[in-house]
């Protein structure tokens, strides 16, 4: 019998997606030995001849592991094995791997920023940095990664610049690369909260809401009492942003005794739209004396859809202020209730302000002709 290893052993099938991978520790010997040349511009397609040699070897009755070659380049490009045999090589591939972040091909310098984000070697961190300039949005993300994941402190403001200049992103790698640094980063930008510059306070509180770290929930819930209206939006957007996670927090800040606070906690809870919120509003709406907070209630319980609302928006249709009627009407036909039908009818009938007869005509008009259909 011959000592050579059955290769046809070497090769498992990787559940769920049916692909291949080597067992064999020649072929994964050879696949570092490969990786740790990879950044030698002129062996590149030696390399890629070599790779294919390996791939022959495997039976051809076994053709479908012959996809093995996409673990190792794709289009002709080094992709996930690669990076994970220079992560597996380790500090001797930092330099090697750091001028890379050089090279004149974009998907080099992508995987070299991301081989390097993995080792977390801190001779990185400046280069990375530099790289958060690349004019390719692929390197751009993975620099912004690995410096998350490298976690040194020289890379938070650059990253928080980096954020800012990459504008209102839903996906933002820096964010997510702030998100991992944690407990300095909250308090750094919680801190910046109080700045006396309004700029900074914007941009912290901008900045939070896109980490979404929880602990910035209560900082936020208070940064609602701010003298700047930019501020006081930024920190609105921030904590709607958090989703389910500030419901609660803003329903208690509706107890808070600053109309600030008070008001924008209503916007914020229009804007998650989460039914918990109804009681509360509802409460609120009856009981509140300023004008601009009952418009804001008044406009979350119609965002809120909840028909547990309708008796109470009836009731504000009649509002001493026109904003708050318009509010109510607009509200009403979001949750398109027949019960305000009647209430309606009688402001059509009977009320003297012209601007509140034509409103409640549109809201009844409106409503009946959802319940028509």
Not at 43 to 66: G, H, S, T, V, Y
Not at 285 to 303: H, K, M, P
Not at 331 to 342: E, M, N, Q, T
Request: charged residues 30%; hydrophobic residues 45%; negative net charge.
């Amino acid at each position: 019998m011959s000592d050579k290893p059955d290769e046809r052993n070497d090769i498992i099938p990787s559940v769920p997606a049916g692909r291949y991978v080597v067992r064999s520790e020649r072929l994964i010997g050879r696949g570092l030995e490969l990786a740790n040349s990879i950044l030698n511009k002129p062996a590149r397609p030696a390399i890629l001849d070599e790779i294919d040699r390996l791939i022959a070897q495997i039976p051809k009755d076994r053709c479908e592991c012959r996809q093995l070659s996409f673990d190792f380049c794709d289009d002709g490009k080094y992709n996930r094995s690669v990076v994970e045999a220079l992560v597996e090589i380790g500090e001797s591939s930092v330099l090697p791997l750091i001028n890379a972040l050089n090279d004149e091909d974009s998907f080099v310098r992508g995987k070299a920023a991301e081989a390097l984000g993995k080792i977390g070697d801190p001779r990185a961190v400046e280069p990375l940095i530099l790289a958060l300039n690349d004019e390719d949005s692929f390197v751009h993300y993975l620099a912004a990664i690995a410096l998350g994941e490298i976690g040194d402190q020289r890379a938070v403001p650059p990253l928080i610049a980096d954020l800012i200049e990459s504008g209102n992103t839903e996906e933002s790698a820096a964010a997510e690369a702030l998100g991992k640094f944690g407990e300095p980063v909250m308090l750094l930008l919680t801190h910046t909260l109080k700045d006396e510059d309004s700029s900074m306070r914007y941009w912290a509180a901008w900045t939070l809401g896109k980490i979404k770290n929880p602990r910035a929930i209560e900082p936020l819930i208070y940064t609602l009492s701010d003298e700047n209206f930019e501020v006081i939006e930024a920190a609105a957007d921030a904590l709607a942003g958090f989703g389910e996670l500030s419901v609660l927090p803003l329903i208690n800040a509706l107890k808070i005794n600053n109309i600030g606070i008070y008001s924008w906690s209503a916007r914020a809870l229009g804007r998650i739209k989460d039914p918990r919120a109804v009681p509360p509003l509802i409460a609120a709406l009856r009981d509140e004396e300023d004008s601009n907070v009952r418009y804001r209630i008044t406009w979350a319980l119609g965002e809120i859809g909840d028909r547990r609302a309708v008796e109470h928006l009836i009731l504000a249709l009649n509002d001493e202020d026109s904003e708050v009627c318009f509010a109510a009407a607009g509200a009403l036909v979001k949750i398109g209730d027949s019960r305000a039908l009647p209430e309606l009818q009688q402001i059509i009938n009977s009320d003297i302000d012209e601007r509140r007869r034509a409103l409640a005509l549109h809201t009844f008009e409106v409503i009946k002709a959802h319940r028509l259909n």
